[in-house]
């Protein structure tokens, strides 16, 4: 196995310090790589990377098909722990298997996987995920499996002691206490507006609840996306809308596509709220563009399940909780399974395409909801769901 040894300390992270946010821009690949792999013949290279705790780098070992016998990347939108990957790695002699806890890959090693392709004879890579081995696998026919999940995997484990997380507490503060102790040295990007949004009552947490469970149940009722992404950054942003969200890509080009229409659509959230000694209120929030087809002068009345929450501290909030999810639920009542992918490794989950497609009669803007990336060869595949415009009068 060739190993390839990058600079160490490339990949640094930093403990988050309370109370102020840390805004970080978003980073994209540099354009000259994803150029080439919009060439066709391109030279496709990958990695594994194996970190210290700190997330510097310990060990990189090049992936090829001699030594990786399948491994995909998956990110799913709707799931509390977005990225997950599967590895078979050769293993001949058993020197991969892990014997000891601190063994290159003993379950808890973080690990980063990327894949890009040769620039101008220099391998670039953009990151797939980085995350913990989860499992490991030794079989006597020579292979090594590996499981990998992103780090906010290691939150779904119980709290342990009792705590309160105090009425207008930062949500982005209140996460911190419920994840900092198992994450210590992750990398935060506090978004616009999220930083702003605070709990609108105590929230116990007892000592047998679930860190991740809490902290995304709060980040939900608050309107809030909380997750970590390829980088291995945890992300706390305001749920976009995805009428108005930039378009990643527009994609015309022959796919191998299946689309499936007829999952019933909602047009109406309702949201009850009873922040701390306020008194309870409910609002009710329905798609008001006239021109949508899931209008209800179009198709009646389609209620989705009402939220009950406790966190929300206002009716202002309460409103664009319920329009966040309203626009999650309403749109995915058509669905895409794309395939044959091969230039878009940085495509993510949440991403908008807008794609035209005359056989199936797709047209229109969709929603990444599920991505898998092959780590050596092989195109990329998504799930997407359709969006569009839902509301036309201001929250």
């Known amino acids: 196995m060739t190993l390839d040894f990058a600079q160490p300390g490339a990949f640094q992270g930093s403990a988050f310090q309370l109370p102020t946010a840390t805004i970080v821009a978003a980073e994209r690949p540099p354009a000259t790589l994803l150029d080439v792999l919009a ?14 705790p700190d997330l510097s780098l310990r060990r990189a070992f090049d992936l090829t098909e001699r030594i990786v016998t399948d491994a995909t990347v998956t990110a799913e939108l709707r ?6 990957a599967s590895m078979s790695l050769v293993n001949v002699d058993g020197i991969l298997s892990p014997a000891l806890a601190d063994d290159l890959f003993a ?19 953009i990151p797939l995920m980085t995350g913990f081995i989860t499992g490991s696998t030794a079989s006597m026919s020579g292979t090594l499996g590996i499981t990998v999940e992103s780090f906010m995997s ?8 009792a705590l309160v997380l105090p009425a207008g507490t930062f949500l982005v503060d209140a996460l911190h206490m419920l994840f900092d102790p198992v994450l210590p040295g992750v990398t935060w990007t506090v978004e616009t507006g999220a930083d702003e ?38 992300v706390v942003r305001l749920r976009p809308d995805r009428a108005t969200q930039a378009t990643a890509r527009v994609m015309t080009e022959p796919l191998s596509l299946e689309r499936t229409i007829g999952r019933t659509p909602v047009n109406a959230q309702a949201v009850e709220a009873s922040p701390g000694e306020s008194e309870p209120f409910t609002v ?20 989705a399940p009402t939220l009950r929450s406790d966190t929300i501290p206002d009716p202002a909030t309460a409103r664009a909780t319920a329009r966040a999810m309203l626009a999650e639920r309403a749109t ?15 495509l993510d989950e949440g991403d908008v395409i807008e794609r035209t497609e005359t056989i199936t009669g797709t047209s229109g803007r969709y929603v990444v909801d599920a991505i898998t990336y092959p780590v050596t060869l092989g195109d990329i595949r998504t799930t997407e769901v359709t969006t569009g415009v839902l509301f036309v009068v201001a929250a």
């Open 197 to 234: 949004r605070a709990l609108g009552a105590d929230i116990p947490v007892l000592a047998t609840d679930s860190r991740l469970d809490m902290a995304v149940t709060i980040a939900d009722a608050l309107g809030v996306d909380v997750f970590d992404d390829r980088y291995g950054r945890i």
């Open 39 to 52: 060439q066709a013949g391109y030279v496709a290279v990958a990695r594994l990377s194996v970190l210290w």
């Open 284 to 303: 009710l929030e329905e798609v008001d563009d006239p021109g949508s087809p899931i209008h209800r002068d179009r198709i009646g009345l389609r209620m």
């Open 79 to 84: 799931r509390d722990v977005r990225r997950s």
């Open 154 to 161: 290691a939150c779904a484990q119980e709290a342990g002691t």
């Open 332 to 346: 995915a009542q058509d669905t895409l399974s794309v395939a044959n992918l091969p230039a878009h490794l940085d």
């Open 107 to 125: 379950a808890g090693s973080p690990v980063r996987l990327e894949r890009g392709a040769l620039v101008s004879g220099v391998p670039e890579y």
